[in-house]
Each structure stands twice: as structure tokens, then as C-alpha cells.
């Protein structure tokens, strides 16, 4: 365990098929290897395609509850925009929220069940609360000449480095869970992801 | 060597079951419990199966168990109505190889959509109900379940919930442990289930000399289990604060524990039979008694029913009758607390409702049916999914295997010639849909049943069924749908590729009209746990004039755009499979392949 990292709430979300258990896997793996307990909650409804996933990661020295309670999550990150706001009632204040800012209509709206929410207004709300970070996965992906399968690897590798995770324990952990033809990229993504974060914080 | 490993429920489960030395291991999938076998699979010497519905895994179970084997049943808690008969007669019945049946309900209604509490097996069969919290308990109470059965003579329910069988968390493990399995035969004639059908054989006492052998003293056992559950392990009272005490079961002990740290507490892990004394040892510590239970309130009533005053219902409402319990909800209904949180707006966005993945043949049915307003009861499966409001094409769904029956019902009840067809996938007929056909063949009925036939029990994630060709950790053989409905006697049965839109229509158009039992099969497997060789993508052209009658087929695939003041439909290429539906469907021709 790290002297000045006592333990966090985290919050992954995003759509089925998008990697948002294998990445809570990832997570999972690592904050076992630096010494934590942890539990983490994998919630997704029936149905295979397009539903939301959100995964609950809570690691510390003793985890009781396997749920982030609302207003106490220290960081989510969501592979799309509108889950991001879905769970944003879980974010503590001056909590951060990592996003892609890919946009997913939801069915219902498509089907004409429900009218479409205005996603910029919820997150200029969200915005005076909290520390937004937008990222457009998809741009990037084209710019580096990546597969999209990786952008959930990319986001992790921008949220590590904002965190100051240590990527050498990632390394490791992809190899075991990635399957080795995919593996260099998965690095190259993760490695991409951080320089993005690198970036970023300077501009800042 | 040990060594912490993060793991589910259901991973843990499996541990449990193999560190318990169970020789056989039976189910059917269910969310979210499905991948306990998937698990158990992964040890070679553990036999284990899908077997074709709950009852028969049951069944199955027992028979090992009678056998002195432990064994191992896994099913969802709407699984175990299927299987109640044979769980319900085999408690009261002399046990010989310990039995446990992990059940998950579905508390809170995450993965599916009923209101079930499996509890209430336990109370109506007086069959103790363990409740781990979380997945080390889940190993250490399945190990316990093993002992108790063998012990007090009795099967053993083990409650999940999605929470508990989807949770990680940090289990120990030692890769080179090796396991013998566990034999335990203590009868070797008749055993009768000697409760609440008592088998007499004609004698008017069972204490009679040549009746006593068969005599399974249920009560005495029951009673010393009901006595010795107040010294078990899994039961833990801990007494700290006088001002507020909670008894809670399962993970709810952790949402409790979460708000309220110095509370005083008794986890009970063994959810039913309740341990009496600690109850009401607790009951006199503290100045005010809460149960804090996930789902209806069953132990609330059992412990009013002993005279103890307990808040529970009043202060957390079931609306309409159940609960799933939250770190938040606790707080703000004992503690008063509210969050305080960097977003103030919950609920606010649209719901993304379960949908068929693109290109899901049952898109294809679900249009067809639409189109010549063709009534259905529905299947339980990825092909009931027609039901919900995005497609609102099937009437009725029930439970697995139920379709064929109602629309027999409906059509025998209906005056006007008025008649429902019946879809049904290819693991619910197997299941218990067959048992609906030969009804209808022998009661002369005039069903059209479609069997949409993937190849799988999709919804669970693939699993195999008696036409899938495959099972679990074994051989198996592959039965044929078309031939089973032919020794039925159903005298016209057709199959058909569902992607063939035209000859579909043409195949349920005609059967509709018949008055004799026909079974339409429409086959083409299933997108998910089939490859697909060939990638084409759908466009939408400049020809569309924005009818929209694309976007009414329910494909995940095609979303919606604003232009001009007017709504266009526009195809995600991430997401089209190329099936050509929506071209089949779009009467201008606007839709092309990319």
C-alpha cells in the first residue's frame, strides 16, 4: 500500500461490448498487487448489445460494502458521454470524471420512447463541482492508427498517469489478460494513453 | 502455496464446491449465476452437465447424492419453481451424499425482472438457507452447506444475488491443493421422503417393526438444527453500541456495517433456521432492533412471529413488495444522512433498454409479425425481448417454455377464428416447451409454433442445449428439433432461414391459417457465439425521404439525426452486421450495402 494513498471509489461505465469489465479486471489486479483489499462489482442488466455496463472498484486497507456510495466516488471513467452522466451522482465534489467523448444514442430515444437530455447542459453542472477531463478517443485512435478495441486501454493508460500508477504492474497485468497477438498494442495504447494525460496536465 | 486472488461469487462458489469433494455437479443457465458450472467445469474429475432444465439437474443431483456423493445444483431462483417438486420431496428424505443447491434471486432487479425471494423454499420446505456476503464467504458457507447436509440429514439452499455472485473480492487460494471427493452413505434401502406425505405402505403406525427402517426422524433432526444454529460460525453477534442493534443477512450486513461501524450486530449467515437465542440476546442489548434484509421481508416475519419487536418494513418500504438495500438507503432511513454529491440529478437519462444485437434473426420474426399484425405469446429469451416497448410486437411472455401452452389456451378459448402463434427459442423448447407441443398434439389443438433455432441458450451467454451439439466438460449427443416434433406427430413442419424474409412471411402465413398443430423452424445461429466470416456494413443513401420505418425494427444499429428540421435515420457502421433487414425492409430502396 502507498504511504499517501489510503484507498479509492472508482467508478467505470460505458456500454456492453466496450471493455468495461475486462478494464475493472485490470484495475482489479493492479490495486491487488500494490497491497489492498478490494472489492469490485460488475452491474450490467440483460440484453448483449448496447446496454449499460457500470462496474464499481473500491480498494483500501478493509472493504466492506462492494458499492460506491453516492457522492463518494473519487474518479469515474466512462467510455461514453451520456453513461458518464448516468453515474455522475456517484462523484464526491472536486472528484475527477475521465470521459470519451463518443456519444451513443440510447434505444429508447431511437425508438421514440423517450426525448434526447441536452448532455452539454448536465455537464456544465457537472463541470463547477468537479474536474471534467474530455477525450476524443476516436480522433486519437485515427491520428496513432490504433483499433478501436483498445480505447477502453487508452483511457486506463491516461488515467494511471494522472493518478501516478505505476505502468511497469500494467505491463504485466496485460500480458495476463490480453491475448498475446494483441499485446503490443495494448502497451502502445496504455503508453499513448499517458503521454495524452502528460499533455494534458501541462496545458493545464 | 497460498496465494489472494480476486475473484466473483461464482468463481468462488465453484472453489467451494470442489474444495467440498462433490463428485457431480448439474444446472441450467440463469443470470446471474450461470458461470458456476462454467467454473466447475474446470475440474477434471468433478462430473458435470447442463441438464435440460432445473427439475431434471435436480433430479440428477439427487440421484448422485443417494448415491453418497456430494453434489451440486446451480440455477436462478425462477429455475428453482421448475425444480421445487424434486427439491420439496427430497427434504424430509433420509440424505446420504450432502447436497447443496446454489440459488440466486434477483434482488433488486439488476439482471432480470422478477420479485422472487428463494427464502421462502427454505421456510415452505423447512430447508436451512445459508447467505454468504461476499465471495470468501460464499467458498467458506458452501464447505459449511456440505457438512450440515450430511449432518442434520437435509439438502441445503446457498442464496446469491447478482450483487454477491458478480462481486469480487479477495479470496485465498492454493493452486496444488488436491481434493478427494467425499463419500458418505449412510442408507442403502428405500428412502422415502417420510414428511409430509407419509409413506405408509398400508400400515397404520410407522413405528410399526417392519415399517421403523424406513422412518427418517425429520423433526428430531430439524429441531437439533434449529438448537445447534446458535453456535454456528456463520451466525456472528457482536456487541458494541447499546443504542441501535442490526440483524442483517448477506451483503446487506456490509451495507449496514458501511454507515454504521459501531452498531452492534448479528450477521446471520444461515438465514433460515433463524438462531432464536441470539436474536433475543441482542433484542435485550439494545434500545432499538433493526432487520436489514435485501428482498421481501422473511425473516422480519419470523422474528415478529417470536414475539420480538423489530423496525424493519415500516421504516424501509417494499415498493410494490421488495427491496434491495443500499449503503444510501440505511443511511438516510436510521441516520438521516443524505449525500452530498458533485451532481445533483439522478434518473435524468434515457434508459438504454435490452435490445437484440443487429442482425439477431429474431429481428427478422419480430418485423414479420408487425407486418401482417400477427398475435404471439412470446419466449423467455433474447426472442421475448420483441415484447418490450421499442418493438411492442409480442403479446404475451410468460416463463420458460410457456409460450406453446398459453397460445393452445387461447386459441381453444377464442371465438372469431381469432389465434396466436407461439415463438419459442431452441433451449426453451428443449426445457420445457416440448412438454407444451405434445399437449397440443394430443389435445388436438392448432398452434403454429416457431422455433428460433441458434444453436444456443443465448441470453446466458451461450450455453449448450440437447441441439446445440455441445454441452459441458463433456460428449454429448445432438438431438434433432425436426425429428422429435415428427414422432410428436405435428404433421407439418417446415425450416426455414429466418434472413430469407420473403419465404419466412411465407411459411407463417400459410401454417397461420391451418387448424392442426404445424412448427416453423427458423434456423440460422446465433450472432454472438457463432463467427462471423464476412464484414459489410449498411448505408443509407440520399433516396431516403425519412420515413423511418427502419428505425421501428428495433436494430440497435440505427440511430437517429436531426437535419433540415426533419429526423433521418442514420446507420452506426461500429455496430451493422449487414444483415439487410432494414434493406428489405425500406420499400424505396434507399438502403445499401457500404
Known amino acids: 500500500m502507498h504511504k499517501n494513498d489510503n484507498g479509492k471509489n472508482i ?36 440484453g448483449q448489445r448496447g446496454g449499460s455496463v457500470v462496474t464499481h472498484i473500491r480498494y483500501g486497507k478493509k472493504i466492506l460494502s462492494p458499492l460506491v456510495r453516492e457522492g463518494t466516488a473519487d474518479l469515474i471513467i466512462a467510455f461514453e458521454k ?21 456519444v451513443e444514442t440510447p434505444t429508447t430515444v431511437t425508438s421514440g420512447l423517450q426525448t ?28 496513432h492508427n490504433l483499433l478501436r478495441q483498445v480505447s477502453n486501454i487508452i483511457m486506463l493508460g ?46 493545464k | 502455496m497460498e496465494e489472494k486472488k480476486v475473484v466473483a461469487g461464482n468463481e468462488a462458489a465453484a472453489i467451494g464446491a470442489y474444495e467440498s469433494g462433490i463428485s457431480v455437479a448439474t444446472g441450467y443457465p440463469g443470470a446471474p449465476c450461470s458461470q458456476v458450472l462454467e467454473y466447475i467445469e474446470r475440474y477434471e474429475d468433478i462430473y458435470c452437465e447442463w441438464s435440460t432444465n432445473e427439475k431434471t439437474a435436480m433430479e440428477t443431483a439427487i440421484g448422485a447424492s443417494f448415491n453418497g456423493k456430494r453434489s451440486f445444483v446451480v440455477m436462478k431462483t425462477l429455475g428453482l419453481n421448475v425444480a421445487a417438486d424434486a427439491l420439496l420431496q427430497y427434504s424430509g428424505t433420509k440424505i446420504n451424499g450432502g447436497i447443496v443447491v446454489l440459488v440466486a434471486d434477483d434482488v433488486g432487479r439488476i439482471v432480470g425482472d422478477d420479485y422472487q425471494d428463494s427464502r421462502n423454499y427454505g421456510i415452505a420446505a423447512q430447508i436451512p438457507v445459508l447467505e454468504p456476503a461476499d465471495s470468501e464467504e460464499t467458498r467458506r458457507f458452501i464447505k459449511f452447506g456440505y457438512e450440515i ?95 441501535i442493534g442490526i440483524i442483517a443477512s448477506g451483503v446487506s450486513y456490509y451495507y449496514a456495517k458501511e454507515v454504521m461501524p459501531n452498531a452492534s450486530y448479528l450477521k446471520v449467515g444461515m438465514a433460515y433456521p433463524l438462531p432464536e437465542k441470539l436474536i433475543r440476546q441482542l433484542a435485550n442489548y439494545v434500545d432499538e432492533l433493526y432487520i436489514i434484509e435485501g428482498f421481501q421481508p422473511v425473516l422480519e416475519k419470523e422474528i415478529k412471529a417470536l414475539g420480538i419487536p423489530v423496525k424493519g418494513s415500516e421504516i424501509f418500504p417494499r415498493f410494490p413488495y ?39 434473426p429474431h429481428l427478422f420474426l419480430f418485423y414479420l409479425l408487425h407486418k401482417n399484425q400477427i398475435k404471439s405469446s412470446g419466449a423467455i429469451g433474447c426472442a421475448g425481448l420483441g415484447a418490450l416497448p421499442h418493438i411492442g410486437q409480442i403479446d404475451i411472455v410468460q416463463c420458460m417454455g410457456s409460450s406453446i401452452g398459453i397460445a393452445h389456451g387461447y386459441n381453444k378459448a377464442a371465438k372469431n377464428n381469432e389465434k396466436f402463434v407461439a415463438i419459442t427459442g431452441d433451449g426453451e423448447f428443449w426445457h420445457t416447451g416440448v412438454n407444451n407441443l405434445i399437449n397440443v398434439v394430443y389435445n388436438k389443438g392448432n398452434v403454429t409454433t416457431i422455433i428460433m433455432d441458434n444453436f444456443t441458450v443465448a441470453m446466458t451467454g451461450g450455453q449448450g442445449n ?69 464484414k459489410k456494413t449498411c448505408q443509407i443513401t440520399d433516396r431516403c425521404k425519412g420515413c423511418l420505418k427502419c428505425a421501428k425494427i428495433g436494430c440497435l444499429a440505427i440511430e437517429l439525426t436531426e437535419g433540415n428540421g426533419q429526423t433521418f435515420a442514420l446507420i452506426n457502421p461500429h455496430r451493422c452486421i449487414g444483415c439487410g433487414l432494414c434493406q428489405q425492409v425500406c420499400q424505396i430502396g434507399a438502403i445499401e450495402y457500404a
Open chain 1, 158 to 203: 491516461y488515467v494511471s498517469k494522472v493518478f501516478n500508477w505505476v505502468p511497469e504492474v500494467f505491463y504485466e497485468i496485460l500480458a495476463g489478460r490480453v491475448k498475446e497477438e494483441y499485446l503490443v498494442m495494448n502497451k502502445e495504447a496504455f503508453n499513448l494513453g499517458r503521454e495524452l494525460a502528460l499533455k494534458v496536465c501541462a496545458k
Open chain 1, 116 to 143: 434526447m437530455i441536452d448532455v452539454e447542459q448536465y455537464f456544465n453542472i457537472l463541470k463547477q463541482k468537479s474536474d471534467v477531463q474530455i477525450i476524443d478517443i476516436d480522433k486519437f485512435i485515427q491520428v
Open chain 2, 149 to 243: 447436509s450430511e449432518k442434520y440429514s437435509i439438502p441445503v439452499i446457498l442464496r446469491m444475488n447478482a450483487i454477491t455472485s458478480k462481486s469480487k473480492s479477495v479470496i485465498k487460494v492454493d493452486p496444488d491443493l488436491t481434493v478427494t471427493q467425499s463419500e458418505h452413505i449412510r442408507y442403502n434401502y428405500c428412502a422415502q421422503k417420510m414428511v409430509t406425505n407419509v409413506i405408509r405402505f398400508g400400515f397404520s403406525n410407522y413405528k410399526e417393526k417392519d415399517l421403523v427402517k424406513y422412518w427418517h426422524n425429520f423433526k428430531q433432526y430439524w429441531n437439533k438444527l434449529k438448537q445447534d444454529c446458535n453456535d454456528f460460525s456463520v451466525n456472528t453477534l457482536t456487541l458494541a453500541s447499546k443504542k
Open chain 2, 466 to 534: 440437447p441441439s446445440s451439439g455441445y454441452g459441458l466438460g463433456h460428449e454429448v449427443n445432438r438431438l434433432s428439433i425436426e425429428k422429435i416434433c415428427e414422432a410428436i406427430g405435428v404433421a407439418d413442419i417446415q425450416i426455414v432461414d429466418p434472413y430469407n424474409l420473403e419465404e419466412f412471411e411465407k411459411c407463417v402465413t400459410s401454417t397461420f391459417k391451418h387448424d392442426k398443430p404445424a412448427v416453423i423452424i427458423a434456423r440460422r445461429p446465433c450472432l454472438v457465439f457463432s463467427c462471423r466470416s464476412e
Open chain 1, 82 to 102: 451520456i453513461e458518464a452522466i448516468r453515474w455522475a451522482h456517484l462523484l464526491k465534489p472536486d472528484g475527477i470524471c475521465c470521459v470519451n467523448s463518443y
Open chain 1, 11 to 46: 467508478i467505470l461505465c460505458g456500454l456492453g461490448g466496450q471493455g468495461v469489465v475486462l478494464s475493472s479486471d485490470i484495475l482489479a489486479d493492479y490495486f491487488l498487487a500494490q497491497g489492498y483489499d478490494l472489492k469490485v462489482s460488475d452491474i450490467m442488466g440483460l
Open chain 2, 322 to 360: 421488495a427491496l434491495y438495500f443500499t449503503s444510501d438507503i440505511i443511511a438516510e432511513k436510521i441516520l438521516g444522512l443524505l449525500p452530498d454529491s458533485a451532481f445533483p440529478f439522478k434518473n435524468v437519462i434515457p434508459f438504454r433498454i435490452p435490445t437484440n444485437c443487429p442482425g439477431c
